[in-house]
């Protein structure tokens, strides 16, 4: 197999948006498929035929290539040889084959949420599976197979409209997949599981032979390793996935509680009486905490629960001070997409740190986030929390995760947002000051916290194998030689294969 220079491969994408003709690459005289045998049904050598791209292809020279290459945190710019969008299985079966035939880096999107960037490449090819949206609902098996295209309010709202609910993040725009496949807590976590947990089956493609690529179905009795290793640590790492199958559960309503403190005076009270109750308390209560340098913010969702209900669960947080307190009764869909913030009207840049916390924060703990808060860079710039403690989540689900942090007390990440969505150098003068400020502050706190979270990366950190997946990363790269031997999924974190 011939090398392509980007040349070569820039002349081959000018051939039309539907599908991209390549030099041939050597291969048998029958034909192979997908599963690497051949016409006569006999296994081939491990070559595969010459692939085209498929699917909606975005190049260089397309007039929509710079809204394609475009990820939610604006703080990273790629510029990709070539955007695959795939609009079925096959594409991405052509397109990873293709990858793998001309040598070019590739990166795996949907939800474009990728927190540091990772999902795009400068210089090679975006998978991109954000058009799969398919959708197969059974309510009486209490499962919901869905494309990996969707994002998690589309499939809040999809599930709503049969009152079925599966765990995910807050954040609507975020992809599922994406999500799911790196654990996925939210609201729903201490009373449904984590996201994974929900997580049954799978369609993805690996890689196959040495140039090829194939489709797997996964679930308990199939491939029940790859299904252990994708809840927690699928991200980019095995395949590409392109649906997921979930069992869901009955939730008809909601009691949806906001309580707004002005200015930081209560924190210290706020703070500990909610991480000495919340994580604590029925397992249908899901809350979070997010503290702003002018504001305290407490949110929290009963499922099948009333507004007294909900009051009386918080009533020790909601006591402290005079909080401002809001109670939404409805649908976990129409509540869910009531309290979304149009991407449009979020800040362009954005920086996080993760990480978990096993033993309530001493006073000194709470200190510091008031210090910090104080000074932080942007009024978006904010500390957030994640309770867990008893619950759901404790509790694995049949076959196993990857994901190691379900004894945590509760989850938290300080984020810096700043700059103006569509004015690439509005953010410039504030980026350093926001970095040193995350930087500072994560270490600031390393004594009261432990671990990470894979879908919120830690640039920097030194062991961050460990970090996010606890002891079992051995595992997991054995699973990986196992899938893609050679490497061909990569990125500034991925999982290496064993070598033994």
Known sequence: MRDLSRRDLLKATAAGAGAVALPAVVAGSSAIAADGRSSAGRPSDDRFPPAELTGRIVRPQSPDYATASLGWDELFVHYPLVIVFAQE??????????????????????GRHSLEGWS??????????????????????????????????????????????????????????????GGGFGFLTRYLGMACDN???????????????RVLKVDPWNHADLLWALRGAGNGNFGIVTSLTYKVAPLRSVAYLQATWSGLDDLHGVFDTWQRTAPFSDPRLGTQLEIHRNEILLFGVLAEGSEAEARKLLGPILSIGDP????????????YAGFQIPTEDEPANWKFFSQFTREPFPDRAIDVIREFMRKAPTDDSNFFTQAFGTGAQRQEPFGGTAFPHRDALFYSEPGAGWGTRGEPDSGD???????AWIAEFSQALRPYVDGAYVNVPNVGMAEWETAYWGRNF????????TYDPHNVFQYEQSIPPATH
Do not use: F
């Open 324 to 335: 401002t307190v809001t109670v939404q009764i409805g649908g976990w869909g129409d509540v």
């Open 120 to 181: 795009n490449v400068d210089n090679g090819i975006v998978i991109d599976v954000s058009e799969l949206k398919d959708t197969h609902i059974d309510p009486a098996a209490r499962t919901a197979t869905v494309g990996a295209g969707l994002n998690q309010l589309e499939a809040v709202t999809t599930l709503g409209e049969y009152d079925l609910a599966a765990t995910t993040g807050t954040e609507g725009s975020v992809g599922l997949s994406g999500a799911t496949l």
């Open 429 to 435: 003068a504030l980026t350093p000051v926001a970095q």
């Open 474 to 481: 051995d595992r997991l790269r054995r699973i990986k030689a």
């Open 89 to 110: 299985t096959r594409d991405v079966v052509n397109a990873l084959t293709w990858a793998r035939q001309h040598n070019v880096a590739l990166r795996v999107r949907s």
């Open 199 to 213: 997580l049954i089956g799978a369609e993805i493609v690996v890689p196959a032979g040495a140039d090829g690529a």
